[in-house]
């Protein structure tokens, strides 16, 4: 996450990735608040990192995984 947005909590936008990625996963109902145990049941990391610099933009958002073949989406 970058840019003037990093100056508000941004860990609602971790939350809505992880709800995003688990919707199509696993057959339960998936929420901001049992998204995380989701990705931890899974063994899957997750990290936010935030700068307030954004040379390009105002604000960006990126989301990237890679997979256990080491392919990074």
């Known amino acids: ?3 003037e947005i990093t100056q508000h909590d941004v860990k609602v936008l971790e939350l809505s ?3 995003g990625v688990f919707e199509d996963v696993v057959d339960e109902t998936v929420s901001y608040v049992n998204a995380p145990l989701f990705a931890q049941e899974r063994g899957v990391e997750v990290r936010l990192t935030t700068s307030s610099e954004s040379p390009d933009h105002r604000n960006v958002v990126t989301v990237r995984g890679t997979l256990s073949s080491g392919e990074e989406v």
Do not use: D, M
């Open 1 to 3: 996450v970058y840019g």
């Open 17 to 19: 990735a992880l709800k």
